[in-house]
Each structure stands twice: as structure tokens, then as C-alpha cells.
């Protein structure tokens, strides 16, 4: 069965940093040009799209929340795909999704809940 499992949050201050990790398994970001993307749901908040990377290509796409904040990358040998996020607000306080995305398949993780407080 196809996995996408997040790891990486937690707790931290106004202007800390996280690393959020999605590691995949049942398939390979390699096979097609998936798109791999974070989205966060914040309290009251519709779920939005964070950043995204296409997993052969490398093509970089950023919310304007989070752009200059946030770097998204992927590891191919890995299956991986992380969010390095830098000068955390709370207003980033959200779960974080991940998804991978294709022609006929769309894959989602369970969720990372990260909180942004002092």
C-alpha cells in the first residue's frame, strides 16, 4: 500500500525553524514526474498549498507567505521530500500535508502538526 508519512513537527518560537520530512514507499518519485507538494490546514482555515517541487524535473513552486521562509527539496535515492522552514511565525501554526500528485494518482499523507508560540 502506497505511504506518504510526515515527520518533523512540533513546538517552536516565533522566528525558529523546522524540518518537516515526508518519506514515500510503494512507489518511486522517479517512475513519473509527480508533483510533491506541502499543504497546511490552519485552525479555522482552509487547507492551502505551501510549496511544491516536480520529483524528475526539480521545478520549484512557493506560496507568497512563505517565500524568502521556506525551502522545499526532494532526495530521489531517498523517496523524500522536505519543507526546511526558517523565521516561523504563528501564523504558520497548521498541519502540514504532503501530497504527490500525477496522471491518475494523488497521494496524501496524515498530517504533521506544527505550532508556532511562545
Known amino acids: 500500500q502506497v505511504q506518504l508519512v510526515e515527520s518533523g513537527g512540533g513546538l517552536v518560537q516565533p522566528g525558529g525553524s523546522l524540518r518537516l520530512s515526508c518519506a514515500a514507499s510503494?512507489?518511486?518519485?522517479?517512475?513519473?514526474?509527480?508533483?510533491l507538494s506541502w499543504y497546511r490546514q490552519g485552525p479555522g482555515k482552509e487547507r492551502e498549498l505551501v510549496a511544491s517541487i516536480t520529483s524528475i524535473g526539480g521545478s520549484i513552486n512557493y506560496a507568497d507567505s512563505v517565500k524568502g521562509r521556506f525551502t522545499i527539496s526532494r532526495d530521489k535515492t531517498k523517496n523524500t521530500v522536505y519543507l526546511q522552514m526558517n523565521g516561523l511565525k504563528p501564523e504558520d501554526t497548521a498541519v502540514y500535508y504532503c501530497?504527490?500528485?500525477?496522471?491518475?494518482?494523488?497521494?496524501w499523507g496524515q498530517g504533521t502538526q506544527v505550532t508556532v508560540s511562545s
Open positions: 501530497n504527490a500528485k500525477t496522471i491518475g494518482v494523488d497521494f
Open positions: 510503494r512507489f518511486s518519485f522517479s517512475t513519473y514526474n509527480y508533483v
